[in-house]
């Protein structure tokens, strides 16, 4: 054990002392001063905060979302416990911020009742970008789209990014030359970019042309486009391809072009150009034909194909035919000069009273002769004597045939009581009745007619008797008070059974016992009777009510009273005037097939009866609204041509009957003209019939 040296005594040294110095006794008041000021500090810091505690009242804010921080300005004075906040009543502002959402500023009031506040953040929309390329060159950004989104438009592409909020949204894309596009995009939102790529479809195809000759330029709708041979990318829809070259015809397509669809002409011949044919006729005025196809009237230029032998044919009435073979070149104009010789016929005539004279085509030739040697074509005869009604015929003399006219003149006193009997004549339904008076013409049309039919037969008729035709169709309220029951029925919707329409799905029966109830009703003979249940026409006709003859109805439709005949109810050329009557118009294309391109007649199917401009006689609606029954039954009449018919009422019995006229399903040359005749058995929707009578006379009478 190691020894440690022991310490040694203390030693205490003196020193010298002073007196040390105390602060003076002054100084005690200022630290007595600072300690009561930090006690009353405290004192008031103590009733304001109980004061405060028994004034504030327990406020709770809630948030949704929960905000990453809030902010809270109105007053110092707030004190947190737990979840709620102890606030003094007041106005006070929120300021809350959470990424992905508006900030949010509110203003709240606490008062004695409101304590809890919750406050919602709304939503950032989302930047979408949309991005669009063609089916054709997907990789390629498609400039030029037009973007609506919610149907709300957004501009052409390239855009910048669109700020759309929170959810599903429609998108519409449209370009020129492509298809459409709808579409759904969800939007992220929340300030998320998100982009939108979408692909268009090409709206066009591809068509390939190869043409003989090449080099041929191709318009498309009139457009210049390009030459063959080529490729072309032609929008979808109907176009109108035209392929042209020097001295050869044009070639013409409408053609439909289905979007990526391609299409290939790879065997396009044209025709070399053709020349032209020039045709004058000695006298002019002959109807031309060139191997079968009608050319019109000499003089006339037309077009013929290159390099064949064509037959030129020339007719006109009156004159003996004529024919030439001809062949013409690529643009070459050839003329063909053709005489006709002259064709004569011979009409006897036998003309009462004495003394009449005559007029024939505009040209006095005096007293009535026995015979007239005429061209054969149609003429005008005017035979006229002082204190008669002068009366005008159309005849056509036919070579080596002998025709007889018979006129007889009124005189004036007769015609004014036959006019005075027409103007005062109401047939029993109401129906105004119009005078027609005798005539000698010739039915019929011409074999080079276009549109004519093989029963068309020219054949000369001669009426003796003047007759009282309804002015109008009979009506489907005239009908009713005939048969209570009736229906007209409707078309695809279209009515046809209004009261002043024309009644129609009428028999020819039907129309006949029509007719005996109005002459019952006036005590006149009937015109049909009825037998087996059949009705049958009276021989000798009576003054009864009847359907007028066939004869007797295409006087009343052709003849304008005068010197006039007509081929259609509007005049003597196709189309019709605007208004002209009730044919298959644009208003019936979704009845019939065919229809008058741009003819508007007001009326889809049947209009009222006397709704357009009458004829010469008065009468309406001889042609269009509906067909009409006539009198006779059907036939072709072959055997009568080249001789008079006085009276025709048609033959003794057959199983159709004529019908005449055209009507609302009517739109094409052919039943337009009023030559046109067709035969029925049972009733139609578009087929009824108008009355008519002889006119009563006090010899009539003691015949009767």
């Known amino acids: 054990m190691s020894e440690h040296p022991r310490p040694g005594p203390t030693i205490i040294e003196p020193v010298d002392f002073r007196s040390v110095s105390r602060a003076p006794k002054r100084r005690r008041p200022l630290a007595r001063w600072i300690a009561m000021l930090v006690l009353g ?33 109105g007053s110092p004075l707030r004190l947190r416990i737990t979840d709620h906040l102890l606030l003094r009543p007041g106005k006070y502002e929120v300021t809350a911020t959470l990424a992905g959402y508006y900030d949010l500023h509110e203003t709240f009031i606490v008062d004695r009742d409101t304590r809890d506040f919750h406050f919602t953040f709304i939503e950032l929309p989302g930047r979408v970008t949309f991005r669009c390329a063609g089916g054709d ?42 298809q459409d596009l709808d579409a759904s995009i969800t939007v992220a939102g929340r300030g998320e970019a998100q982009t939108e790529r979408f692909e268009l479809r090409p709206n066009w195809a591809v068509v390939s042309f190869r043409s003989t000759p090449t080099g041929a330029e191709i318009s498309i709708d009139g457009t210049p486009a390009s030459t063959t041979p080529c490729e072309l990318a032609i929008d979808a829809g109907e176009h109108v391809i035209e392929l042209t070259a020097e001295r050869y015809e044009p070639w013409q397509r409408t053609m439909t072009i289905v979007a990526e669809q391609p299409l290939a002409f790879d065997d396009i011949t044209l025709d070399r150009a053709r020349g032209r044919v020039r045709v004058v006729t000695d006298p002019a005025g002959a109807q031309v034909m060139i191997d079968d196809a009608y050319a019109g009237i000499a003089p006339v230029e037309v077009q013929v194909p290159p390099d064949q032998d064509l037959l030129v044919r020339v007719a006109r009435d009156g004159y003996e035919p004529a024919e030439e073979t001809v062949r013409v070149g690529s643009l070459e104009l050839k003329t063909v000069t053709l005489t006709l010789p002259v064709q004569v016929g011979t009409i006897v005539l036998a003309v009462s009273p004495p003394g009449t004279t005559l007029t024939v085509d505009g040209v006095a030739i005096g007293a009535t002769p026995a015979e007239l040697e005429l061209t054969a074509e149609e003429h005008r005869l005017q ?18 045939v002998v025709q007889r006219v018979s006129v007889e003149l009124e005189s004036v006193a007769q015609a004014a009581d036959a006019a005075a009997i027409a103007k005062r004549a109401v047939c029993p339904n109401g129906t105004p009745l119009v005078f027609v008076h005798a005539a000698t013409f010739t039915m019929g049309s011409s074999r080079r007619e276009q549109g004519r039919r093989s029963n068309e037969t020219m054949r000369s008729v001669e009426l003796t008797r003047p007759i009282l035709l309804g002015a109008r169709e009979v009506t489907n309220d005239q009908f009713k008070a005939f048969r209570s029951g009736h229906q007209s029925g409707v078309v695809q919707g279209t009515g046809l059974n209004g009261k002043n329409q024309p009644v129609v799905q009428v028999t020819w029966d039907d129309a006949a016992r029509y007719c005996n109830w109005l002459s019952r009703q006036e005590q006149l003979p009937p015109a049909y009777l009825e037998d087996r249940g059949v009705m049958r026409a009276v021989a000798p006709m009576t003054t009864g009510y009847r359907l007028p003859s066939e004869a007797e109805w295409e006087h009343a439709a052709r003849s304008d009273g005068a010197a006039g005949w007509l081929k259609y109810p509007w005049g003597p050329s196709y189309p019709p005037r605007a208004k ?39 009468a309406y609606d001889l042609g269009g609204n509906v067909s009409e029954w006539c009198h006779d039954f059907y036939t072709t009449h072959a055997q009568q041509a080249g001789r008079t018919v006085i009276d025709p009422l048609g033959p003794p019995d057959g199983r159709h009957h004529v019908v005449r006229g055209s009507s609302w399903r009517h739109a094409s040359i052919g039943p337009l003209r009023f030559a046109w005749r067709d035969y029925a058995e049972e009733e139609r929707d578009d087929l009824g019939f108008r009355i008519c009578r002889f006119i009563e006379t006090a010899e009539t009478n003691d015949d009767e």
């Open 41 to 73: 500090a405290l004192a008031v810091a103590v009733a304001v905060s109980g004061w405060f505690v028994l004034t504030a009242q327990q406020v709770r804010l809630t948030f949704d979302p929960e905000p990453e921080r809030f902010e809270l300005a």
């Open 137 to 178: 060159d997907p990789d390629t950004p498609l400039d030029g789209v037009r973007v609506a989104v919610d149907e709300q438009d957004h501009g052409v592409t390239p855009l910048g990014e669109i700020e759309l909020e929170t959810g599903e949204h429609s998108v519409h894309l449209s370009r020129d030359r492509y």
């Open 383 to 400: 035979f006229t004597k002082d204190g008669y009604v002068a009366q005008d015929r159309a005849v056509r003399p036919r070579p080596g």
């Open 580 to 618: 002209a009557g009730n044919f298959a118009d644009e208003q019936a294309k979704p009845l019939v097939a065919i229809t008058i391109p741009g003819y508007d007649d007001g009326h889809a199917a049947t209009a009222p009866v006397a709704s357009y401009e009458p004829n010469a006689w008065g």
